[in-house]
């Protein structure tokens, strides 16, 4: 069953993307709970910083859970995309680092999320980005976080194609900050945010502050554009019907 899982140890709390068997796809249910979790542990004093991984050794979080996806429909596309707005501004607000360990395939919804925390640690076997063109869903937000990153030229590569590109290539653009043995990913993640929960609080905070408030009007003007592209795409069932075919072939 997907669920969120969250412990806190060593003033660390480590939340966990729970579905292996669809690679830590999650649903809505699993997204509204990340927002819940990440705002609680915000106003928490007795947490320092923020760790988000996924169970296993497979994947970090694979997007949307297919499952779900294949039966929504136009009307579902406002709710989808406020869901998703909440949980990327509940990590952009959050006071305290958020460190994305990444323990193995990252797509989709799953690559934004990573994105938008400040640091991805992640081991050689990793591979990262937004293949929703390959199925039938048009990158609008995922987009414009990456063009944050790389500009034009390689987002425009990565959004045509939905190509993944391997830990090291990702590094070398900056899209993830360190790649160390996979044994290592969430302890070392572990350890950055304990160090960074070490910096002048205040300072901190203010930064990310400024961090949010650069990347808010481009990120809300591509959900608006989301929320009229996505309806034209679900209206015209593609999306789920990609979904769709893929759900019945591994239940073949």
Not at 14 to 26: F, G, K, Y
Not at 156 to 176: F, N, S, V, Y
Not at 207 to 226: D, S
Request: hydrophobic share 40%.
């Amino acid at each position: 069953m997907a669920q969120l899982d969250v412990t806190i140890t060593d003033g660390i709390g480590i939340i966990t993307l729970n579905n292996p068997e669809a690679m830590n796809a999650w649903t809505q249910d699993m997204q509204r709970n990340v927002t819940r979790t990440l705002n609680d542990l915000d106003t928490d004093p007795a947490v320092k910083g923020i760790v988000i991984t996924g169970e296993g050794n497979r994947a970090f979080c694979a997007g949307q859970d297919l499952n779900e996806l294949a039966n929504f429909t136009e009307n579902h596309v406002q709710e989808w995309l406020d869901t998703f707005y909440e949980v990327y501004d509940a990590v952009l607000s959050n006071s305290k680092p958020v460190i994305a360990a990444l323990n193995g395939v990252t797509a989709g919804s799953g690559y934004q999320l990573a994105m938008l925390c400040d640091l991805r640690i992640a081991h050689p076997g990793v591979r990262i980005g937004q293949p929703e063109v390959k199925s039938g869903i048009p990158s609008v937000t995922g987009m414009y976080i990456t063009w944050q990153s790389v500009g034009h030229s390689k987002t425009a590569q990565m959004m045509l194609t939905g190509e993944l590109l391997d830990a090291e290539d990702a590094k070398g653009h900056g899209l993830i900050a360190e790649v160390v043995p996979e044994d290592q990913v969430l302890s070392r993640s572990i350890t950055e945010a304990k160090k960074l929960s070490q910096l002048p609080t205040q300072a901190f905070a203010m930064t990310k502050q400024r961090i949010r408030a650069t990347l808010l009007p481009g990120l809300k003007e591509a959900f608006a554009a989301a929320l009229d592209i996505d309806k034209q795409a679900y209206g015209d069932g593609e999306p789920q019907q990609t979904a769709a075919d893929f759900v019945s072939k591994k239940g073949a």
